[in-house]
């Protein structure tokens, strides 16, 4: 009877939950979406363009060879071949440590899912860099939106997430974690607009495409690691809903 009232008790605890969840999903991913469409129909309004001059020139204004090497080595950090190898010792350490074969899943085809997708949306919406006369680095494609600052917000972004989820109940200092990945998704794209290859919008723009891919995959972990918790409930190993 205990058992059968703590199932009942986690499953309406679990349908608050589900609810809650959802509403901040869909509300933030709305948002997200709404300044994306918005910046991508803007590019020859003036505010905009008054945008993108203001704020890159305010931020070229710092070059130095210091700043310059410290923006090439967030440039690189936010490069395919770094999270490529990342994403290998992260998903191994998830997979052989905690054995979470679904959270992995989920990182491996967010982070390809975002590439994909950056892609395809430079293709469509086809804008030119700014002049090469300002580049510090040689880069190729499209401009916007901006790949580094899409796929480094889903790839650090989630990659801290799955961290922290995991170690919060063990370490004091978590917070250090998600704090530590704000910091370097910042870098990354202020580092593409330091050395002159994207424009600020098409930074935003990225983060904004690449939170939606965050939103989405936090939301699927979340949901797998609820019903871990309902399967444990049911077979007797109570475990609080927190802790997902």
């Known amino acids: 009877m205990n058992k059968q009232f703590a199932v009942g008790g986690m499953e309406e605890m679990k349908g608050k939950v589900v609810a809650s969840d959802l509403i901040w999903s869909i509300g933030g991913a709305g948002a997200l979406l709404l300044i994306f469409i918005v910046l991508s129909q803007s590019f020859s309004a003036k505010w905009l363009q008054a945008f993108d001059q203001h704020v890159g020139g305010y931020i070229q204004e710092m070059r130095g060879d210091l700043w310059t090497s410290v923006a090439k080595v967030f440039t690189f950090m936010g490069s395919g071949s770094t999270e490529f190898i990342l994403f290998f010792l992260v998903a191994g350490l998830l997979y052989f440590k905690f054995k ?4 992995t899943l989920v990182l491996f085809f967010g982070v390809l899912g975002a590439w994909l997708l950056n892609t395809g949306l430079k293709k469509l919406v086809e804008r030119d860099r700014p002049s090469a006369e300002g580049w ?101 190993k109570f475990t609080i809903l927190e802790n997902m």
């Not at 979470?100 to 959270?103: A, L, Q």
């Open 100 to 103: 979470h074969k679904w959270e």
């Open 136 to 236: 510090l680095v040689e880069v190729d494609g499209f401009s916007f939106p901006s790949g580094h600052a899409m796929v480094s917000i889903l790839f650090y972004g989630l990659l801290a997430y799955l961290l922290w989820v995991n170690v919060r109940q063990s370490w004091r200092a978590a917070w250090l974690i998600p704090t530590f990945a704000i910091l370097v998704i910042l870098c990354i794209g202020l580092s593409r607009i330091y050395l002159g290859v994207h424009y600020p919008s098409d930074v935003v723009a990225g983060y904004t495409a690449g939170g939606l891919g965050l939103i989405g995959c936090m939301h699927a972990i979340r949901t797998i690691r609820r019903r871990k918790v309902m399967r444990s409930t049911k077979k007797g």
